[in-house]
């Protein structure tokens, strides 16, 4: 165990190198840079260009230029292209933004996508069922920021509900109670826009997980035994069907960044997405690297906890 | 000529095409996608030939006029009217005809979503091939499998996303580099399938027969191995063309999708959010149309996957 461990360590150590190494190189040899976001400015004579790039470390060669964001990322002194703050503190700021939003839409996913899915696989070809799955269908295929304006429309104009930013303008200095209730009622829409597509994957997903158990041998023979049928399915049923989502919820870690740009942008939220969003649009080299570093870190993480969670559930898997 | 007694013989392709069709949704989800393909190749000829249905005819005396609005000619006969005199889907802020403009999108989207899974399905089927029929020859120190699952691998890691993002905001924006750039992120599940369907298909007796008539190896790859392998292909190949159009609109939202003057759905709809309260028409037409078409997608590729795969059948 320890031993596989270890060996996985370091091959994912390895492999975040080579993304390191990749995603440096796409950034860099792709046209654009921060000197010309924006060349129609009258005041920045080419002498400016210059002095901008050679402060950046731009006319270095590219192995050059990678030993210096390496070296500035671990001492913790990268500063970003626009502003010169510590691209470490400002990542960290956007994550304790971030992860309530990731926290809540997990939560919402996972709470609301199992029921749905055991139920419609126990009623097969229901009403329900057949509701639910083209529902789900519905969900994934319309596009996520159109939804999300649809709701935003119905919450303002008809609930006058607060859907904008993190918390309402002016209660900065308001007792507890009223604030945090300010925070969940922002956080409501953009958490549940966002767990949107996952309830919909996830519940279809345990349905046929679910159907696949039902048709096992071994509940046939619970059944035969004489067994409740309540004890065959959430017993003997469902505990096997969870077993591969084990692997999933290592796999969701990495929407923390990646899975959030456009609903962050919507609801502006001032979280890790729209930081990226931000880092884009004003070709903040150390920003973007560093958090697409961050991100593949963060897969990485996922897919290892989550072989070791399948080792530890599954005794039939020995590592 | 119906034997009596012994079952009609079917080949697996009839029987999986008959499991498709006796699916309703599906089949009429594929029976939709074929009318809109004939759509789109009508509105693309359509909308560059017959001045009817210019999409970038701007008649600002008429900007954001409801659906089903008639138009009336300010120019004493000189302006050219829209399809039988009436704005079936409104107008713009410019005062273009939305329903020109969505038959303009059609063949648009359609094309990126078509062209971006058509890299994909190069990218993917060519890797997987590789890695599953060459997977033990040795490159240096380590083999051609496990180079090109490590290349995967690294794939998976970056955020799928924001990885387009980033390339698209660096790149210039055209609709090329945006159809490449989804194509080249969405690859990694194909090539994962072709492996394994390889892995399996390269032990079958029938390859082995291909190999002992010294046929040429990309002859077995191509025309005996592929069409083996193409089952879960097709199928991840239908969902991915949903899945390209999506990211397309998404791109578009963002500001970095096609660029005016070529319409997409997704730029319509973006364009039309600003106005969403004064022209909800602006925004709900080209939302709904990516909903259902995205949809019919879906479904399809759900019906074909349940087709192609016996044991998800349900029992009748």
Redesign the interface.
Known sequence: MSRFILNSVVQRVVLLIFISFISHAIIHLAPGEPSMVDPSNPRLKPEDIQKIRAAFHLDDPLHVQYFYWARDLFSGDLKSFKDNQPVLVKIWERFLNSLPLFLVATILTWTLAFPLGVRSALTQGSIFDKVTTFMSYALISIPGFFLSYICIIIMVKQLHYPVIGMQTFGLENAGMAVSLMDRLEHIALPAFMSAMGGIAILSRYVRSQMLETLNQDYIRTARSKGLSEDTVVYHHGLRNALLPFITLFGLMIPGLIGGSVIFETIFAWPGMGRLGYEAILSRDFPVILTLNFFAAALALAGTLISDILYAVVDPRIKL | MKQTGTPESTSLFQESWRAFKKNRMSWYSFVFLIGLTVFAIIGKIVTINVATFDPSAIRLADKFSPPLTAYVDAEGGQGVSPVFGVYWFGTDDLGRDVLSRMLEGTSVSLTVGIVAVGISLIVGIGMGGLAGYYGRKKILFITVDTLIM?IV??M????????I???V????PNIYNIMIVIGLTGWMGTARFVRAEFLALREQDFVLAARSQAIPEWRIIFIHMVPNAMAPVLVSAVIGV?TAI?TE??LS??GFGVQPPDATW?NI?SDG?QF??DAPWI?FIP?LS??VV??A???CG?GLREAFNPR?R?QR
């Open positions: 490590r691998d690294i998976l890691c970056f955020p799928a996303f924001f990885l993002l980033t390339v905001a660096l790149l210039p949903a999506l609109s998404s939202f963002l997704g709809l959010k969403i309260f925004t939302g990516i909903l995205v949809l997608f879906n479904l759900e998800l349900r």
